[in-house]
């Protein structure tokens, strides 16, 4: 199952867009569907003799429905409107311009303006007024020279007491001195495709390890857990705040702590609103101490040098080609203020430079959301949402500065949008130089949020991951005589440790962990024990028939084609059978390029000529999404078709739903629990359905195993997966 795309390398195809502040919540920088969708009506309404202004009392939303949409729009309506803003960015990257004065200017990248790109099908749209050159401004644009790699010569009072090289500091046997013959037989290993694997239980945490080479006789044992972080190899003004703030350490955290900080490429699958403060707290002080011992090696050693001047023999190894050593993929402004804040606690600074105008570019205190939205939607959210920003964090003795030069920095923070457009690309190198120099010497890159990444654009992350550690095209100032020997023979990415942060596993996470998970130390994949089900938790929630119909795919390939199949000869006819009992029915479709073909096939097929249906995706905005819930509700659209990405932006509380029909099961088991616990509950709390009366319909195949198992459970989807039969009922 690892490694296993569906549908290829995008997810769901064109770029997802919230609408939101910013256009945070998704879709800037996508590709468009490919020639765009034929022009048709994309709903059927039935006919009333009541004009549509004329809304009965039992058509309106709900007050908390209402709110939510208003909350929607008054974030649309706070930024000036943006004609084509993805384009303008590029164009403003490409000029040279002063940096921006402190003064905070939300960049005009909405989704809704980036709509009329993506959205060819809805004609008519007025032009949009041009954006003035200071409204598209860049505010994270930094103009530094270049300093070039690790140049600091000065010599400063060392105050640590851990400069000696210890042996059993995992910084000095991964980097440092390695046992070259371990890492000769392991890299060969690496290039023939060689792996062991291994699992292992660790405090109801399974460990799944692929240890290149196949002779499991040479294999090193897992660390074992810790109980706090007295016991890592931690620089000593790092060890004393470490203890100070977390002395000890929970059961995830005893576990994870020893294999992230052993240098192991690592997927965890099991970050919630819970754990989130302590996995970023691990993630930055790990970040941090790779940092702090890599740079206070090379002052170190120019120090030294200086002092014993050209005669000596003394030639250090320790550099790389480029100075930034971390990077750090988030998906939203407000995460990178989290990140920020938990790297100065960390390292208690005397002075931050730029504090301000960071300040100023990342935070948005009013930005809340009312307490009734999901916990995990509001830790997402709320704040800056915006997912094009980049930033460059550099740390001296006793100061950190924000928006450092690149090339002078030792942290990079950025949004995968923001990375790619940082970088260029060979289709717009005439207007933008192509530059991936900064990424060549990455040593630790740490992915947040992974789940929440995946509902942006996809193949930036990749982009992003394909141009890591490629040797660079200028020199930079670099003092090749200090370059690790592996940079020079390009073996940089299987030093290089990923740390990918994700909810829930998925083909892509896998794929991308498998793909550049090329480290000699090895990959380890962390997930819990064992899944309850999503399905256990309606027993309060409510009762509803749930009918699990699987469908044969002879191969990833085929399976949105057999899917579809299925759907419009199995699934349809018995629903269009029903005539008016058909009002009710919500078909959740988690791709949007399902969606697309789907709702054509409920536009164009003579058979559903007589089902009035909606549409709700993360392209709808505002208005069209709430007329298309009201006409739901009130039964002019028998049918409403939602899209994943479009719950994972808005989390509509779609009302009137009497049953409804899965075209494919979400990635996100909360998904499942809110639309069938939610939307089937309220409306027994409306008396529109009797109690037990609602029912659940969900396709699947035998790739979508790691779906099905967050929603059914570890225990019962081998059986689902396997058995003769393809039909499976819960009660």
């Known amino acids: 199952m690892a490694g296993r795309f569906r549908g290829g390398g995008r997810r769901g195809g064109p770029p997802r867009g919230r609408g939101g502040r910013g256009g945070g919540r998704g879709g800037r920088g996508g590709k468009r569907a490919f020639g765009g969708a034929p022009k048709f009506d994309s709903q059927r309404l039935a006919e009333i003799e009541e004009s549509e202004s004329e809304v009965s ?3 309106q939303l709900s007050p908390d429905e209402e709110s939510q949409d208003e909350e ?19 164009l403003s990257l490409s000029k040279e311009s002063t940096a921006p004065s402190s003064k905070r200017r939300k960049l005009d990248h909405q989704p809704d303006d980036n709509k009329s790109d993506s959205k060819p099908e809805k004609p008519g749209k007025p032009e949009l007024e041009e954006v003035s050159e200071d409204e598209n401004q860049d505010i994270d644009h930094v103009e530094e020279a270049e300093e070039g790699p690790e140049d600091e010569i000065e010599e400063e009072d060392d105050d640590d007491e851990d400069d000696i090289p210890d042996s059993s500091d995992p910084f000095e046997t991964h980097f440092v001195s390695p046992d070259q013959g371990v890492v000769s037989k392991r890299l060969k290993a690496i290039k023939a495709n060689e792996y062991t694997q291994t699992h292992s239980e660790q405090n109801g945490w399974r460990i799944i390890r692929n240890l290149p080479g196949k002779d499991s006789t040479q294999s090193t ?9 007295s016991s890592l190899k931690l620089k000593q003004r790092l060890a004393e705040t470490a203890s100070r703030k977390r002395p000890d350490f929970d059961k995830l955290e005893q576990v994870l ?54 005669n000596s023999d003394f030639e250090p190894r320790d550099q790389g080609f480029t100075r930034p050593k971390v990077l750090m993929i988030l998906p939203t402004r407000n995460s990178a203020v989290k990140m920020v804040n938990m790297i100065c606690s960390l390292c208690e600074p005397e002075q931050q430079e730029n504090r301000k105008r960071f300040d100023e570019s990342y935070l948005d205190k ?48 950025a949004s995968p949008l923001g990375l790619r457009m940082a970088i ?39 982009y992003v991951f394909e141009h890591l550690n490629l040797q660079p095209r200028e020199a930079h100032d670099c003092d090749f005589s200090r370059v690790r020997e592996w940079y020079l023979e390009s073996q940089a990415p299987n030093f290089r ?84 009992d058909l009002t009710g029915t919500l078909i959740f479709v988690p791709s949007y390029l399902d969606f697309v073909r789907v709702r054509n096939y409920f536009a164009t097929n003579p058979s559903c000529a007589n089902v009035t249906f909606g549409a709700v995706s993360e392209y709808a905005d505002v208005p069209e999404a709430s007329r298309a819930r009201s006409h739901f509700l009130n039964g002019r659209h028998q049918v409403l078709l939602y899209t994943e990405r479009a719950h994972h932006f808005r989390r509509y509380a779609v009302r009137g739903v009497r049953r409804v029909v899965m075209y494919g099961l979400p990635d996100n088991p909360i998904f499942y629990k809110e639309i069938v616990g939610g939307y089937l509950s309220k409306s027994e709390q409306d008396l529109r359905i009797e109690p037990g009366q609602g029912s659940v319909r969900v396709l699947f195949s035998k790739y979508d195993l790691l779906r099905l198992e967050r929603v ?8 689902m997966v396997r058995d003769r039969g393809d039909t499976f009922d819960f009660i």
């Open 57 to 59: 009392e039992e058509e």
């Open 72 to 90: 929607s729009e008054s974030e649309e309506e706070e930024e000036p409107t943006a004609s084509r803003p993805y384009f303008a960015l590029m």
């Open 221 to 229: 044992p897992l660390p074992s857990p810790i109980l706090g972080p």
């Open 257 to 310: 702590y020893p294999l992230t900080f052993a240098y192991n490429d690592l997927l965890f699958c099991g970050r919630t609103t819970r754990n989130t403060e302590n996995l970023r707290r691990m993630a930055c002080l790990h970040s941090v101490n790779h940092v702090f011992k890599t740079r206070d090696r090379v002052i170190k050693n120019n120090a030294k040098l200086a002092k014993e001047g050209e």
């Open 366 to 413: 009013d930005a809340k959301f009312a307490t009734d939205r999901p916990e995990d939607f509001r830790e997402l959210f709320e704040g800056n949402d915006d997912d094009m920003f980049r930033i460059g964090i550099k740390f001296t003795r006793k100061t950190i500065k924000y928006f450092s030069q690149f090339y002078n920095s030792d942290i990079l923070i």
């Open 424 to 462: 260029g690309s060979e289709e717009d190198k005439k207007s933008k130089k192509v530059d991936f120099d900064f990424l060549s010497s990455i040593e630790v890159v740490v992915v947040d949020q992974a789940d929440a990444l995946l509902m942006q654009n996809w193949e930036h992350v990749e």
């Open 497 to 580: 440790q990923n740390i990918i942060i994700s909810a829930f596993n998925t083909p892509e996470l896998a794929e991308l962990h498998r793909r550049y998970g090329t480290n000699w130390a090895g990959r380890l994949r962390v997930q819990p024990e064992s899944y309850g089900g999503a399905i256990e938790e309606l027993g309060g929630l409510v009762r509803a028939k749930q009918t699990f119909s699987r469908f044969e795919a002879s191969s990833v390939a085929s399976e949105p084609d057999a899917r579809f199949e299925y759907f419009t000869s199995a699934v349809l006819p018995s629903l269009t059978k029903r005539g008016k």
């Open 712 to 719: 059914v459970g570890s225990k019962r989807v081998g059986k």
